[in-house]
């Protein structure tokens, strides 16, 4: 697909952005608008998702666009979902599975009822949401689906367990997926992008080590890099060369090093 066709194949389609409030959701909401692509937004803050709405619209005048308050980690919310968008006449053509959190802290010291909705939201809610969307994807034989992992899904991570085992997940979910559903003209690419400047690390109760902040990318240039990939139908990308090299190199280092060299990069500086 050429750059020009990149820009403009989703002009006048929906899409559907899960975590559309604030951060990476946000910044998908912008970037789509400015490819033509009408919106449903969907989060539990319907005043953020206003406020991004009349934003976007000023900039992008001709732009359609849902706000739908919900919260997706509470069971049986995709299919209230999905009945809201078909009540409204909207095909979905493309979905952003954004939305999830994670947390921060020794597996053994964090609230399990924080651990329990981190995994109802990062894989059941994520996969629930595939399902029920794809199955018209399907039908129709087209559609993108874009689902948010991290880099944490390519080692196991200390202080993050619980959070980069949904990820590793997610990686790997969307993987076989995008080879499940290829033949039907439907494509699935996982997005892992590494620290990125939002509020994540805020919500997961963790101040930015040296690391983290040497190697932070703007939430921006993550969302192009992810919505470019996903419309050439790329499996899966990393954003960022060094993140790119970081999961790569992952694969010759034995998992006990790798989890040390994991957990010293989220707690040192």
Do not use: C
């Amino acid at each position: 697909m050429s750059s020009e066709t990149v820009q403009t194949a989703l002009k006048g389609k929906w899409a559907l952005i899960t975590g559309a409030s604030s951060g990476l959701g946000a910044d998908f909401a912008r970037d789509l608008a400015g490819r033509g692509a009408n919106l449903i937004l969907v989060a539990r803050r319907a005043d953020k998702m206003n406020e991004l709405a009349a934003e976007i619209k000023a900039k992008h005048p001709g732009i359609e666009i849902d706000v739908i308050p919900l919260d997706l980690a509470v069971p049986d919310s995709p299919d209230n979902l999905y009945a809201q968008v078909k009540a409204a006449g909207r095909e979905v053509e493309v979905l952003i599975n954004n939305a999830g959190f994670g947390l921060y802290g020794m597996f053994m010291e964090t609230d399990w009822a924080r651990t329990e909705a981190l995994l109802q939201l990062d894989i059941v809610a994520l996969t629930h949401m595939t399902r029920v969307f794809a199955a018209d994807m399907v039908t129709r034989r087209s559609g993108y689906i874009l689902q948010v992992a991290s880099i944490g899904a390519f080692q196991p991570s200390p202080t993050y367990a619980a959070y980069s085992a949904a990820k590793s997940y997610v990686l790997y979910f969307g993987e076989a997926l995008n080879f499940e559903l290829r033949p039907h003209h439907v494509k699935v690419t996982v997005l892992a992008p590494g620290v990125t400047k939002t509020a994540f690390l805020e919500v997961s109760g963790q101040k930015p080590t040296l690391y983290q902040r040497l190697v932070m990318m703007q939430s921006p240039t993550v969302v192009k890099i992810g919505i470019d990939a996903m419309l050439r139908g790329k499996t899966s990308i990393v954003p960022g060369v060094f993140n790119r090299l970081m999961a790569w190199s992952m694969r010759f280092v034995p998992r006990r090093l790798a989890a040390m060299l994991a957990y010293r990069s989220m707690t040192l500086g």
